[in-house]
C-alpha cells in the first residue's frame, strides 16, 4: 500500500527473487518514460522500494503520481498472480 510521507508516495514492493525484481523494475521504467514521470527507487536482492513525487510542482505529491503508482500496482498484481 502507497503511503504519502515527506512530501513523497512511497511503497516497497517483494519478490521472490532478484531477477523477478528487476523484471518488475523493468516494466516500470517502461511505463515511467511512456509517461514522462521517473521514480526514485532503490533494488536490493528481492525487494524494490519506490518514491514518487513531482519535481515542476516543487516536490510534492501531484495527480502524475497518484496515476504512476496505479500503474505501478497494476504491474505488480501481474506478478503476485504468477
Known sequence: MWIEQENKLKRSFEFSDFQEAFAFMTQVAE?????NHHPWWSNVYNQVDIELST?????????????????I??????????
Open 55 to 71: 519535481h515542476d510542482a516543487g516536490d510534492v505529491v501531484t495527480e502524475k503520481d497518484h496515476q504512476l503508482a496505479e500503474a
Open 31 to 35: 511505463v515511467a518514460e511512456a509517461q
Open 73 to 82: 500496482d497494476a504491474i505488480f498484481d501481474d506478478f503476485d498472480e504468477d
